[in-house]
């Protein structure tokens, strides 16, 4: 942390009297019309301060010797009387408000006027309790010029702009460290600029004639006082080469460039410096100074200067970025809303550091540079990933998955860039321009991944696949949660090549079990049901073997796949019962093959729910037609039909005539009687659970047999699509 005991060392524009040197050979300030006659040195040797006579008019020497003596008593009880002045008291300013009058210096009423001399010397000392009387001074000067020639009154001037050079000298050496001085000192100084500024005034407020004497006046001392504060500021904004901030950078800052350090330490010194001005400068000057303003825009134009020179050069991306945060982040909330400057800071209105064209051309460049850079990132992340894969590198196992780095090194550099433009006030416009970028990202990622599916199975080849399942998790979790900021439209097109993944992956692990469990549901038909119990014995063993292999999806992809089994094992059951073979003309028969049928329905039921399945909408599907194949009233099986058909919407009559043709005893009048319960449509939704969908309509029996919707079902979508898409893993699916 700075000390502030440096706080305001600067150089000075102004002059500096040499001390060495009488003031009459010190060169002046050419105040403005004055006449532009010289002093030669002749007349400086001549105008030596060797004595007090040197500088006072009353004894001045004339150069004609024919004055009388008369004349020459009037003119000294006249500068007498001028001096007269000086007898008076000085009333004090006090700074709270604005001054009325002329400050002035209480003097005894007795005590002499100092002499030139004494004036010389103590303001080499900067005393500035002298101010008054060189005031006094210079009136008396102006004011009565009698007796005295054009070269005397001109040598006489400079000798009180010499003076008054060094006056300003002691008083600039005050204001320009205003925390290194006594309070008293300080207060003094002010005091001398503020008499220069009301004498200005007063001036400017007469009507003089014409005169030899240059003008002097207006000196504006307040003015240059405000030089002053520009002229330290800068110096104090200009970073040394050994200030090299090596504390913790502000949240966003990640250049280390000459340019960030010098945009830090700008940053921190005037935050730091208005601190002090505001709690140890503002209660000592007075209001028309308006110190705390001054300053502040003092520092604020000049950072502001700097950021603008910047951007007339090409910009890289660090540098637009560098530029943003100061101007959008850093700037207005660490140093405009700062706790203790915000007051002072909001009304001086300093506005913001670059103007709003030059600020939204830094947006545009911004964004577009950012955008294209993440889409580059993602895209160098998929390519490492999908190398891993031609290597046949078995994916990492965490916590019993597969698992792969991608998900993680893709979202953290979204969201790096998303903390990125917050940080610059541009989180709301990148939002959506991060999850487009997203959305093409997984359209490729999805590409990739089905581009390895149908290249040679190397021997990772299935523990690559679940990895990739388990990778959508990840990605449905991060999208889920930034849905809310996104359109419905761009959200759907994210999770599109998620399910994709994830169907593709899916059908890939069941291929197999799915091939070897056809043949034993054929079985069932072949047999007629009669060694039903050791078929549906050894599918379930078959698939139980299966099992452990899935134990490295997550959870979630657990429940899903062990779901599509309990979809299969239940929809090919079903197919079996409806390939019209089976014709059972007595209710004995039918009440035997009920049984049968809610006996694998329950082994099956429970062989899948203990395994994990959440398909429990699939349980009263086989008891419920083994319930329609017990029934021998024909009201009786219309009520269970409509109850069916309210759980399954997709049941048609297709289906319902292929499992009436067991029921030999039912006449075609009955069969037709029970179908007309379907012509009552229970609508669709997208809720609705698939099973009958999937199930092919069996071939029409006596040209009675049509569709519940008027047409056949096709075998429109897979198994596996309709598995997962009954159960939404994210909820924008």
């Known amino acids: 942390m700075m000390k502030m005991m440096t706080f305001f060392q600067t150089s000075v524009g102004d002059h500096q009297t040499n001390p060495s040197m009488p003031p009459q050979y010190e060169p002046e300030l050419s105040p403005t019309g004055r006449k532009p006659r010289a002093v030669s040195e002749t007349e400086s040797d001549t105008a030596s301060l060797a004595s007090s006579e040197d500088l006072s008019p009353h004894m001045e020497r004339v150069s004609t010797q024919d004055k009388d003596e008369k004349k020459k008593k009037k003119k000294k009880k006249g500068i007498i009387k001028m001096f007269d002045v000086l007898t008076r008291g000085m009333r004090k300013k006090s700074h709270s408000g604005p001054t009325a009058e002329v400050p002035e210096t209480v003097v005894k009423p007795d005590a002499p006027p100092p002499t030139v001399e004494e004036l010389y010397s103590a303001l080499k000392q900067e005393r500035l309790e002298m101010a008054p009387h060189l005031l006094m001074l210079e009136r008396a000067l102006v004011q009565d010029t009698t007796g005295m020639n054009e070269e005397d009154l ?14 300003w000298s002691a008083v600039l050496r005050v204001v320009r460290r205003p925390l290194e001085n006594e309070p008293e000192l300080l207060l003094q100084a002010l005091n001398v600029i503020l008499e220069q500024e009301q004498e200005d005034q007063r001036v400017a407020a007469e009507e003089r004639g014409p005169s030899v004497l240059a003008t002097t006046r207006p000196r504006h001392w307040l003015k240059r006082w405000q030089e002053n504060v520009k002229d330290s500021v800068e110096e104090r904004m200009t970073r040394p080469p050994s200030a090299i901030l090596d504390g913790p950078r502000p949240e966003g800052m990640e250049a280390s460039s000459e340019a960030a350090q010098s945009f830090l330490y700008m940053g921190k010194t005037m935050k730091e410096d208005l601190l002090a001005v505001a709690q140890r400068l503002q209660p000592l000057y007075p209001a028309e100074f308006n110190v705390f303003c001054t300053y502040a ?86 390519a490492l990933e999908v190398e891993r894969w031609s290597e046949d590198e078995e994916p990492m196992n965490l916590e019993g998955y597969f698992h792969s780095e991608l998900p993680i090194d893709i979202i953290q550099i979204i969201s790096a860039a998303q903390v990125k433009a917050d940080t610059r006030a541009l989180g709301e416009q990148m939002k959506p321009l991060l999850m487009a970028k997203f959305s093409s990202f997984l359209k490729s990622y999805q590409q990739a991944f089905a581009d390895f599916t149908e290249k040679s199975k190397p021997k990772h080849y299935r523990a690559t696949i679940m990895a990739n399942i388990n990778n959508c998790l990840t990605f449905r979790t991060y999208t889920d949660k930034e849905s809310k900021a996104m359109e419905k439209d761009l959200s759907s097109y994210i999770f599109h090549p998620l399910r994709e993944i994830e169907q593709s992956g899916f059908n890939i692990l069941l291929q197999n079990l799915f091939l070897a469990l056809k043949s034993l549901f054929k079985r069932l038909t072949q047999t007629r049901w009669a060694t039903h119990e050791e078929t549906v014995a050894e599918i379930i063993k078959i698939t139980s073997d299966c099992l452990p292999e899935f134990k490295a999806l997550r959870k979630r992809y657990q429940e899903d796949i062990m779901e599509a089994i309990h979809l299969y094992l239940v ?47 699939l349980e009263p599907a086989l008891p419920t037609l083994a319930e329609i194949i017990r029934l021998q009233d024909t009201s009786a099986i219309k009520i269970e039909v409509a109850t069916f058909a309210s759980r399954f919407p997709d049941f048609s009559k297709g289906h319902l005539g292929a499992i009436l043709t067991i029921k030999g005893n039912l006449s075609n009048s009955e069969i037709k009687s029970i179908k007309s319960i379907l012509d009552v449509s229970t609508l669709l939704t997208d809720s609705s659970r698939s099973l009958f969908s999937l199930i092919k309509d069996p071939p029409h029996s006596h040209g009675m047999v049509h569709s519940r919707f008027g047409m056949d079902q096709g075998w429109t979508k897979t198994l596996l699509s309709l598995t997962l898409t009954s159960r939404p893993l994210g909820a924008a699916c």
């Open 154 to 167: 001109i040598c006489q001037q400079s000798k009180v702009e010499a003076l008054y050079t060094l006056l």
């Open 297 to 382: 825009t003092c520092y604020h134009n000049y950072f502001s200067s700097q950021l603008t020179a910047m951007t007339q050069f090409e910009l890289n991306d660090q540098d637009t970025s560098l530029l943003l945060l100061w101007v959008k982040n850093l700037y207005p909330n660490d140093i405009i809303n700062h706790p203790k400057l915000s007051e002072e800071l909001q009304a001086a209105g300093l506005g913001s550091l670059l103007p709003p064209k030059k600020t939204r051309k830094l947006e545009v460049d911004y964004i577009s540079n950012e955008t294209a850079n993440v889409q580059e990132l993602m895209m160098r992340g998929l």
């Open 571 to 617: 929809k090919e059951y079903i197919i079996r019962l409806s390939k019209r073979r089976l014709v059972l003309r007595t209710a004995d028969l039918q009440l035997n093959l009920a049984d049968q049928i809610s006996a694998d329905a329950k082994n099956i039921q429970c062989f899948c729910a203990q395994n994990g399945s959440p398909a429990a909408w």
